[in-house]
DNA sequence: TCAATATATTAGAATAATTCTAAAAAGGCT
DNA sequence: AGCCTTTTTAGAATTATTCTAATATATTGA
């Protein structure tokens, strides 16, 4: 039996990954992978993610979190998704979708580009191509039972 | 003759829609109010409002900038648009419409919501309402001749 | 296995947008 | 005018992020 699908459980699988774009293995990289890829697709920021490296042991510095989201959103294993004007929110999801915004939680969730599609593109300004196109559906809590 | 429609140029528009949002129509206020709603629709970031003043003689601090901006926005005469992490756009455009992101040049440009629909939304998660739906198109630009 | 070299990490300083503070100025009302 | 409220503002503070330049680690190939 030949596994065609990696196990993404695995140390080298996210050290292939990492060594693939061109980057080193390192111990920071590895752990940052491992909280990235192991467990379904994640939004991050980079606090959040600096402080499950602390709650794990993992000593990680800042500068550090913030060099490894943009090498591997340059890379193409990261998306950063503007939701909010004071945070970067980092995205693991790299197929097309789009998102919901919890404004009073400050959650993402995806929603799968089948679930929302796009009617009619407008017609582009002259000289310029299509980088991306963010939908953000952004939610305000109700309160379940009145205060 | 009576006007029914009211002639933006004036400063007693200006003032009248200060005042109906129950703010004091400041030597401040009516000039930057000036500078957003006597020209078509507009989108402005803070510092550039605070130069286009500065270039027209109106002596603003940035903190008068943005705290009306902000006062503008909670009054609904502006909307705040989320495209850039560190930067603020507000537009002065409150029907509903969508976006180019001039990713080069920092540019907004609005969109009709005529002209571009949003087939099936997905249901919405529980307990939650949409607050607004962003649609940003991202825009590249391409050298119209090869460097 | 061991330098030699290239890359990565990090503490701490620097930056930049924005917000805050608290004191002075202006607006509104009688 | 006089009184009270709202606004403006300079400058300090805050916060996310980036930069610097010194140290540490990874890779290569003899
Ligand atoms: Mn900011
Ligand atoms: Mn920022
Ligand atoms: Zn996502
Ligand atoms: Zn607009």
Known sequence: MTPSVPNRETTDYLES???AVGLRPTRQRLALAGLL???G???VTAEKLHGEAMKRGIRVSLATIYNTLHQFTAAGLLREVVVDTDRSY???NMERHHHFFHEDTGLLED???SELELKNLPPLPEGSE???IDVVIRLSGTRKLPL
């Open 41 to 43: 697709h994640r939004h």
């Open 90 to 92: 980092f995205d693991t």
């Open 37 to 39: 890829f192991q467990a």
């Open 17 to 19: 990954r990492i060594r």
């Open 111 to 113: 929603i799968p580009s």
């Open 130 to 132: 299509i980088s991306s």
